[in-house]
């Protein structure tokens, strides 16, 4: 653990046989930081070791720095691609601009945050450009007047993103998450009415307030202040809603904020790390639901809580952190010299993280790739077929993540990086064929069905 201690965390390893070093000296497979690191650490890694963060991960979890990032993205690629954040102004820079805005439209309300915080604190909500720090890094971004409601509450989603590398970009969602509400029924904000317990949904804060109603079994999902996305999908589909739909403009939301920083995160870790597989990453999004069921990028968090308070917390979470291990494939100590021996893996549940896939060799067929600008065709090269093998084994340990890029969508995608990834498109290529091929063999073999069915006949 670096710099801070997470119970989940510690546990879910020590039950599974790791042991943390007591010393930075000693050998070890996997480091978790609660807080970015620093420069030297990347590049000490040695080959089998891992750490939570990619460099300047804090390009989106800063939210100055998301809000600069995504404007960046509106002006190069068109707002109408990036339209799923708030108007929000960066303080104090742009305070001019904000009260120029204010004075156009006085009864528009804004939420103010400082830039580098988490859970709520020093969140308020107001109209009045005068109670707005003119000193200090805030953000302000224009408040959200018609949340879609349940019960009359007002809720948000916690939805956990894994990015297991930046080249080639691989991307996964995790199934389950969680659903936040306030604690006091909703009302469009007012001079007189900026109750914190109506506007924020964070758990940090309404836990504090008598309404709020505890989670104390996990089976009996979708009732009190907590619920899971589960729940919530559940509650939507018997309210006519097309969740499939929405979730996919979720998945878009997270695959875009990813890539408007992927040009610093790929030139960071060309800098600094030494290995494409030595970091992985656990980002938990914030997204609000308006009442046209529009989902809003609220903020990006670097180290989502992984605080346990609740039956449903440790259920959902527990899960995370274990599939996720188990889907980057941890190393263990007494494996790091046999990294290139076959493994079988003997099932998540058994041993969450140890990493099978990891040292194992998945079958990568023969492919043949035509040569830019001629006819030729030429083989695979080593670093290709490493790409393609981690690719396979890293989805085949995925348990409850969902991979969301590569997508089959990944001509759409292409046109907002802003340099030609190789590998990308090696890799889309590659499970787009294989794809096609699994669609033949299954055609193939309706085919054969039939024509023994005709054959007994």
């Keep these: 653990m670096y710099k801070g201690s997470i119970p989940l965390i510690r546990y879910t390893l020590e039950d599974n046989g790791f042991r943390e070093s007591v010393h930075p000296s000693q050998e070890w497979c996997i480091l978790w930081g609660v ?21 300047r991960s804090t390009e989106i ?23 799923f954040v708030p108007t929000t102004f960066v303080l104090p820079q742009e305070f001019t601009l904000l009260a120029d805005e204010a004075e156009k439209s006085p009864n528009k309300f804004w939420i103010v945050k400082p830039a580098a915080s988490s859970q709520g604190k020093g969140i308020f909500v107001t109209s009045k450009v005068g109670e707005i720090p003119t000193k200090g890094d805030y953000i302000a971004s224009q408040y959200i007047d018609n949340p879609l409601l349940i019960d009359g509450y007002k809720f948000d989603l916690r939805i956990y993103l894994a990015i297991t590398s930046i080249e080639p970009l691989r991307l996964y969602v995790f199934d389950e998450g969680l659903v936040r509400f306030a604690t006091c029924k909703y009302s469009i904000p007012m001079v007189s009415n900026k109750n914190r317990f109506i506007h924020l949904t964070n758990y940090s804060v309404n836990k504090h307030n ?19 996305l589960s729940a919530l999908r559940k509650y939507l589909e018997a309210h006519g809603v097309n ?21 610093a995160l ?16 656990l980002l938990g999004f914030d997204i609000l639901l308006d009442s046209l069921l529009n989902p809003w990028l609220l903020e990006v968090n670097l180290s989502p809580s992984l605080n346990c308070d609740a039956p449903i917390d440790q259920k959902i979470k527990g899960e995370a952190i274990a599939d996720l291990f188990t889907m980057i ?23 969450p993280y140890v990493a099978y896939g990891a040292v194992s060799k998945v079958p990568v067929r023969t492919v043949k790739l035509k040569r830019q600008n001629t006819g030729a065709k030429r083989s695979l090269t080593r670093e290709e077929k490493a790409v393609l093998r981690d690719t396979e084994a890293e989805y085949k340990r995925r348990g409850q993540f969902r991979r969301i890029f590569p997508t089959a969508n990944y001509a759409y995608y292409k046109a907002f990086f802003e340099a030609e990834r190789p590998l990308n ?21 309706a085919i054969s069905r039939v024509c023994l069915l005709y054959t007994s006949d």
């Design 61 to 83: 979890t800063r939210k100055d720095c998301l809000c600069k990032n995504i404007r960046r993205m509106q002006t190069s690629y068109g707002y109408r691609h990036f339209d």
């Design 35 to 55: 807080c970015n690191l620093k420069s030297e650490i990347y590049q000490s890694l040695r080959k089998y070791q891992k750490v939570n963060h990619f460099p």
């Design 266 to 281: 790929k030139n960071a870790c060309d800098m600094y790390v030494p290995f494409r597989n030595s970091c992985f990453e």
């Design 329 to 351: 494939g941890i190393v263990p100590l007494d494996q790091r010299n046999y990294t290139d021996q076959r493994h079988k893996s003997q099932g998540a549940k058994l041993n």
């Design 243 to 263: 969740s499939e739909i929405l979730w996919a403009r979720i998945d878009e939301i997270l695959v875009k904020t990813v890539l408007s920083i992927e040009p």
């Design 425 to 445: 498109t090696l890799l889309t290529n590659y499970l787009i064929s294989r794809a096609a091929d699994k669609e033949a063999a299954v055609s193939r073999k």
């Design 210 to 228: 008598t309404n709020f109603i505890p989670n104390s079994d996990p089976a009996s999902d979708g009732v009190g202040s907590k619920w899971s």
